[in-house]
């Protein structure tokens, strides 16, 4: 289903291993988990923009919500006039109900490409993509201060040995990037929660449990379930991407709210002396 984003994601990690496997050695973790974080600082960088459209047309809709309220209220047992009213509305001012969701939906396809290529470097595989046996086993192969790529934390001491590595090196690593992941989760996550709680405290409230919820599920994931640590480089990565592009768009949106309140003209109330 994803093989038409699959084989970009894989060329753009075969890249970026090609030029840290240059500087430093090919089969050195140091230029898989540089190929691993720069992959994903690459995807990211080039979905910023549809990015930065999903916060702006979530903010239009942040600023009907007063409307959209009076709405429901006033046609709630209308459903058709309910929707047709706020389909005006979104109309009037150039917004649309799904203007935060399809840009979220754009990235989804790539982003979850990015993952499956990740998570298939495994031990037999012919090829992964454009990497062929030779690169397959060079990632395999591949370790973070003693923790393999390839490998989980929840695998047996057997098979760690088989591989070189043990519980002790994997937790040691593993446990540290699904912490940090987390908190740029829970930041990330924590900082969209004071606007919506003003504007729309039902969705807060799921934000807030998903605020504990995400992060919890990162340690429970990467803790229990085959999720290799080059998976857990990735979730940290994206995260703290996430954490600095909020904080980053939601400053450019905001300058753009203010320069448009600034060049909004202001009614001038009747001058002294005259009937309004």
Same mark, same amino acid.
């Given at each position: 289903?994803?093989?038409? !984003?699959?084989?970009?994601?894989? %060329?753009?990690?075969? !890249? ?24 994903? !600082? &690459? ?17 239009? $809709? ?20 309910? =929707? ?37 470097? %495994? ?23 003693? =923790? ?19 519980? %002790? ?24 929660? %004071?606007?919506?709680?003003? &504007? ?6 799921? =934000? ?15 803790? !229990? ?12 990565? $994206?995260?703290?991407? &996430?954490? =600095?592009?909020?904080?980053?768009? $939601? ?23 005259? &009937?309004?």
């Amino acid at each position: 289903m994803f093989d038409v !984003f699959l084989y970009p994601v894989s %060329t753009i990690l075969w !890249f970026w291993h090609k030029v840290f496997g240059a500087v430093s050695s090919p089969d050195s973790g140091v230029a898989w988990v540089l190929s691993i974080v720069f992959l994903v !600082f &690459t995807l990211r960088l080039l979905l910023v923009k549809p990015a930065l459209s999903a916060l702006r047309a979530g903010r239009r $809709t942040q600023a009907l919500a007063p409307q959209l309220q009076k709405i429901k209220d006033k046609y709630g047992k209308d459903r058709q006039r309910m =929707a047709k009213e706020i389909q005006k509305l979104h109309a009037d001012n150039g917004s649309s109900p799904l203007g935060g969701c399809l840009p979220a939906l754009i990235q989804l396809p790539v982003l979850l490409s990015l993952y499956w290529v990740l998570r298939d470097f %495994t031990p037999g595989a012919a090829s992964n993509h454009v990497f062929d046996r030779e690169g397959v086993q060079s990632f395999l192969n591949a370790d973070l201060f003693g =923790a393999k790529l390839g490998n989980w934390l929840s695998q047996s001491a057997a098979e760690l040995a088989a591989f070189g590595t043990d519980h %002790t090196r994997m937790i040691a690593v593993g446990v540290p990037l699904m912490l940090i992941a987390g908190l740029a989760t829970f930041f990330s996550l924590r900082a969209g929660l %004071t606007r919506q709680t003003s &504007t729309a405290p039902q969705a807060a409230g799921i =934000a807030k449990l998903m605020m504990y919820l995400a992060p919890l599920g990162m340690l429970v994931s990467g803790s !229990f379930f085959p999720v290799p640590i080059g998976v857990l480089l990735y979730f940290l990565a $994206t995260n703290v991407w &996430t954490l =600095a592009q909020q904080h980053f768009l $939601t400053k450019v949106v905001d300058r753009e709210e203010e320069t448009r309140k600034a060049e909004k003209p202001k009614v001038e109330g009747p001058r002294p002396g005259n &009937t309004p």
